[in-house]
């Protein structure tokens, strides 16, 4: 690469940041820290319409979450600032006004009610080359009266005014060429009434000013292009324009459609990166941060929905995949999304992560439990000792908090019916043996445990799940004297005489 280059990630910030959204930071993200260059986060809020409260913050949030810093962002600054739109108003109207002046655009005045008319007279109307002529523009208006409009204020748009004819063409990093039919393409209106720039003229000249070299976006913009294409044409010269690449969808997991909101929320998954909460109608709609994923088994998990390096490996750090990502490998085709496949990348990153990477966050779930746990060594050990059972964070409560709190309801139901004076007696012993051992550890308590059985003549397998239901509560948990030697003496030996006062009821 012969410049050092800049993407940018522009989202509209209108509500919860999708996977197929994160995965384009992603993309972004990786591209630019491989080739040392920049990435840069632009806020694309021209649509008043579509302003919603929280929005922006949550998208800092979510880059944060996943450990994908900008470089430039509104809340950084940088040189080529301001980093969001809405701020930029000013700057746009004159490359329309261009536009108009080198005959590329034009004025509208055509109102809402005569639009919405037309589309009633007309089924799927499209102001375009077919019909501008019966449009009220400066094309059919003629300049004086043009004019005299303008200078009346009277409220206008200016649109593209699309060549007829022409194949515009482009290639796509992904794709390869891609070529489109001008005449198939409508008007698309570049500045609103309001004054502020459409998202078409917002971002061709904000790529041309923050010296954007590529732009990697998600393939829902890809009918867009060719307006691009003919307005850096006209602005800023065609070989200036960016490379694109249009990422391929993320699709619903039996492969039919692009994931969506609905589908999580039907199958029972999340899309959103994070918990989002919409503030009108104060809908939750959890993330993944939230149902327990771990950063860095998002990011790997997106990373690999439509790319791999070639090779059978499948779990990749984030500097990992900064030195293997390549635009090339690429899919072109959707990828389906599969929840199950994103727990195992769950999984597998915690067994692989150092306690102390999400330590916290399982605290804080405790808490949530109203267990609040003081002991931070203790939790340590527990945590190193059930983490390769645990696939979401909150499974390690549901897999540890015996360890903080006195099991409430012991489930007797598998032992009792084979309860005997034998086991009974082994249990006696064993509360007198652990009474009188200085060497609590695992090790020391399994073999005196053992020691116990031959002398009783019972087979420690048979008195080994008492043991645990006594510690437990249930059928579950790590080794049992693992478990036993975390608790200490008195706690375990309580619950060992617990236990048999109810069994003997
Ligand atoms: N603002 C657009 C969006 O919300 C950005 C598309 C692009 O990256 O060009 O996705």
């Not at 005299?148 to 194949?167: A, Q």
């Not at 909460?277 to 690999?304: H, S, W, Y």
């Not at 070639?310 to 690429?330: A, H, I």
Request: with cysteine; aromatic share 12%; charged share 30%.
């Amino acid at each position: 690469m012969d410049k050092k280059p800049r993407v940018r990630f522009a989202p509209s910030p209108t509500g919860g940041l999708h996977i197929g959204g994160v995965r384009t930071v992603l993309y972004n993200y990786l591209f630019a820290k491989k080739h040392g260059g920049d990435f840069v986060l632009r806020i694309e809020d021209t649509d008043q319409t579509r302003f919603v409260e929280g929005a922006e913050t949550y998208i800092y949030q979510c880059l944060d979450w996943c450990g994908l810093k900008p470089d430039e962002s509104p809340l950084l600054g940088g040189p080529y600032g301001p980093y969001r739109q809405s701020e930029r108003k000013p700057i746009y109207r004159k490359y329309a006004e261009q536009l108009v002046a080198d005959g590329k655009a034009y004025y509208a005045f055509d109102t809402s009610t005569e639009l919405e008319a037309k589309r009633k007279e007309i089924s799927n109307f499209q102001y375009s080359q077919s019909t501008r002529s019966a449009m009220k523009n400066s094309l059919t208006l003629g300049e004086p009266e043009t004019k005299k409009m303008l200078s009346e204020n009277v409220p206008h748009v200016i649109r593209i005014k699309m060549p007829p004819e022409e194949e515009i063409k482009f290639t796509d990093m992904i794709r390869g060429e891609v070529t489109f039919n001008s005449t198939l393409v409508d008007d698309k209106v570049l500045l609103k009434a309001d004054g502020m720039p459409t998202y078409h003229l917002a971002v061709v000249v904000d790529d041309f000013l923050m010296k954007i070299t590529h732009a990697f976006r998600g393939e829902e913009w890809l009918p867009s292009a060719p307006v691009h294409v003919l307005l850096w044409r006209y602005l800023f010269g065609e070989e200036n324009m960016p490379q694109w690449a249009h990422l391929p969808l993320i699709l619903k997991p039996d492969g039919n459609g692009k994931l969506s909101k609905r589908d999580g929320d039907r199958l029972g998954f999340p899309v959103f990166a994070m918990d989002w909460k919409d503030p009108k109608t104060n809908e939750l709609t959890t993330g993944f941060k939230e149902r327990g994923f771990l950063p860095e088994a998002f990011i790997n998990m997106l990373a690999v929905l439509g790319w791999n390096d070639g090779s059978e490996q499948e779990l990749f750090t984030l500097d990992e995949l900064t030195e293997k990502f390549s635009m090339e490998r690429v899919h072109k085709g959707g990828a389906k999304f599969n929840y199950e496949k994103a727990k195992w990348f769950n999984h597998e990153w915690i067994k692989r992560s150092a306690v102390d990477d999400y330590k916290s966050m399982v605290k804080e779930m405790f808490s949530e439990k109203n267990i609040i746990i003081t002991d931070e060594e203790k939790l340590k050990r527990v945590l190193e000792l059930v983490k390769d059972r645990c696939t979401l964070l909150p499974d390690f409560v549901q897999q540890s908090s015996f360890f903080f709190q006195t099991p409430e309801n012991i489930d007797l139901s598998p032992i009792k019916p084979k309860w005997d004076d034998k086991k009974n007696q082994f249990f006696i012993e064993l509360i007198r043996t652990y009474e009188l051992t200085n060497q609590w550890q695992a090790e020391a308590l399994e073999n005196e445990f053992k020691e116990i059985a031959a002398a009783s003549q019972i087979k420690p397998g048979d008195v080994l799940l008492p043991f645990r239901i006594m510690l437990v509560g249930g059928k579950f948990g790590p080794g049992v004297f693992d478990i036993a030697a975390i608790l200490g003496k008195e706690e375990t030996i309580h619950r060992i005489k617990q236990a048999l006062g109810s069994i003997n009821q």
